[in-house]
Nanobody
């Protein structure tokens, strides 16, 4: 049974930082892109970032490039999203997800194969 358990999130000021963690079980991380989607109120789901086990660069949506950093610890089966210089528009529910096709982060044409319960991030003055 696949499980993705998020932790982190919460409230931050603009310009602040938060870190999200996603502990993955039930799948072999090496076969998947693991990352984060987010959904803000009234907006469509957006692929934020994902990381594979290859040497290729992780994916970041344009709005978070230079501010967010994704990393993975294969020994702990955990993926992290360090979010710096947070902006009001980063507010939303962040879902950890796993899919064998990293392209769905760039073009969310379908739901990912697996996803977590979500964790809320609120950026407010």
């Amino acid at each position: 049974q696949v499980q993705l358990v998020e932790s982190g999130g919460g409230l931050a000021r603009p310009g602040g930082s938060l870190i999200l963690s996603c502990e993955v079980s039930g799948i072999t991380l090496d076969w998947y892109c693991i990352g984060w989607f987010r959904q803000a109120p009234g907006k469509e789901r957006e692929g934020v970032s994902c990381i594979t086990n290859t040497d290729g660069a992780p994916f970041y949506t344009d709005s978070v490039k230079g501010r967010f950093t994704i990393s993975r610890d294969s020994a702990k089966n955990t993926v992290y999203l360090q979010m710096d210089n947070l902006k009001l528009e980063d507010t939303g529910v962040y879902y950890c997800a796993a899919d064998q096709d990293p392209l769905i982060w760039a073009v969310p044409s379908r739901l990912p194969q697996s996803w977590g319960q979500g964790t809320r991030v609120t950026v407010s003055p």
